[in-house]
């Protein structure tokens, strides 16, 4: 499932407020709905209250989904037909998803324009023929197929969580359709990988044995031997090592150890350093570390085809060079999912691409929150007038942040102080005086960045 389009008409700092979400015209995706999506604007602006939008929908839409599943209970299939309506009058509901499932459009509204029933989900497509059992039967694949369908990442998601609780069951997660890390911790995750990593060093430990009763009778090379059940075994956490996480923290100087020579060593995925080969305890590693470990896994080893996964703030504790790529490489961990973000960072916003940004600001005069357009006419990819992938990170402040001010107090009055010694150098008459005013005026340019002539 992916959305397309969000309308509130009257909830917390929006109203009449609406967002599309597709691909705009002239683009080769045009009407599709976008891959990934950015929330940017001022604290208080409602970035995280859209996320929660979008997660609070996706429940209920697992709850109306759950009830297709058992049509000879009647009373709970007949609330799920009731539900289905013809139309939704966009005016009359407090807030409204526009959803493609299937490759079916629908729309679910949440308000009281109904007096029987505050949700309601519709096709939305005029050329669909309204058949409530077809509807409900399209919305079936949702609770039905293996895939999550919504992964919530929060902002101040606990990078204590521990792996070591190798109780757990490794399929808490299976067939989960909402997994939302405010409330739930990783183990269950890292128990699957535990249980193959356990299966692993099993198979290599009966291995070793069957090796060592064998060189009794014969004459082989053990370390040889060794060498080749280990180029063609698989060793799950090589996969999870060289698909998931080396290409992050190796920018962090450190690589996952994949040997391990006991079972026991087994309790917690374990990181090395680059440049010593030495262990570094999980609870050493740095928050930026840790939170890529915590947000990337569940991206690797859970099914997120069809998924919707929200992060909000992924800059967190994340160095710029890292910030600059941890957008593309999420998404490249779960392609077939659609992405939200919500961030403060203009380097994660140059991540995206114009249509893909949603600004959100303030009207202090309506008190309501609006969307800054970064187009002039209709929504066509050639009206675009702002591209924060073309600008420089200090443009992206002004431009797409709404920075006014291009430093601090400080750089402003170095400036006046250089225009000055500039003015200073155009009326001195002598030669070697002016050379000498030129070394002060050069020395202040390269300490404020400032090209010189």
């Not at 891959?35 to 609070?56: A, H, M, P, R």
Request: proline share 4%; charged share 30%; with cysteine.
């Amino acid at each position: 499932m992916k959305i397309t389009g969000i309308h509130i008409n009257d909830y917390q700092q929006f109203n009449d407020f609406h967002l599309d979400l597709t691909y705009p015209k002239g683009h080769e995706k045009e009407g599709k709905p976008l891959d990934k999506v950015c929330f940017i604007g001022q604290s208080g602006t409602g970035k995280t209250t859209i996320l929660n939008i979008i997660k609070e929908f996706s429940i209920k839409l697992i709850d109306i989904s759950r009830n297709t599943r058992s049509p000879f209970l009647e009373k709970n299939y007949k609330w799920a037909l009731d539900t289905i309506v013809k139309e939704i009058e966009v005016e009359k509901s407090k807030i409204i998803l526009d959803l493609n499932i299937s490759e079916l459009n629908y729309r679910l509204s949440k308000g009281k324009f109904n007096s029987n029933l505050e949700w309601n989900i519709s096709l939305l497509s005029v050329n669909q023929p309204f058949d409530k059992n077809n509807a409900v039967k399209n919305i079936f694949h949702i609770n039905s197929s293996s895939e999550t369908f919504l992964i919530f990442y929060p902002a101040d998601i606990n990078i204590k969580h521990q792996f070591i609780n190798r109780k757990t069951p490794e399929n808490e997660f299976k067939d989960k359709k909402i997994i939302d890390f405010e409330r739930q911790k990783l183990t269950p995750i890292w128990s699957k990988v535990y249980k193959e990593a356990i299966n692993f060093q099993n198979e290599e430990a009966n291995f070793r044995i069957d090796l060592t009763k064998r060189a009794e009778k014969e004459n082989i090379n053990i370390k040889e031997e060794i060498k080749k059940w280990k180029k063609g075994s698989k060793n799950p956490l090589i996969n999870l090592a060289n698909k998931c996480l080396n290409p992050i923290i190796g920018y962090f100087g450190l690589t996952i150890e994949t040997d391990l020579p006991r079972i026991q060593n087994i309790n917690i995925i374990q990181a090395k350093s680059v440049l010593n080969d030495k262990i570094v305890p999980f609870e050493k590693l740095s928050s930026g570390t840790k939170q890529f470990i915590l947000t990337a896994i569940p991206l690797y080893e859970i099914n997120t085809e069809n998924s919707m996964i929200l992060i909000d703030e992924p800059e967190i504790s994340l160095y710029p060079d890292i910030q600059l790529m941890i957008v593309d490489y999420y998404v490249s961990l779960a392609t077939k999912a659609q992405f939200f973000f919500a961030t403060h960072s203009p380097i994660i916003a140059s991540s995206f691409e114009p249509w893909e940004i949603v600004e959100l600001k303030f009207d202090y005069e309506k008190g309501i929150v609006f969307q800054e357009k970064y187009y002039d006419g209709e929504r066509d990819v050639k009206n675009y007038f702002i591209n924060p992938q073309y600008l420089r990170w200090d443009s992206i402040l002004t431009k797409v942040f709404d920075l006014k001010e291009r430093g601090n107090e400080k750089r402003i009055e170095k400036l006046m102080e250089l225009a000055a010694i500039g003015k200073k150098i155009e009326k001195e008459p002598n030669k070697s005086k002016k050379t000498e005013i030129y070394k002060e005026y050069k020395k202040l340019s390269e300490l404020l960045d400032w090209e010189t002539k």
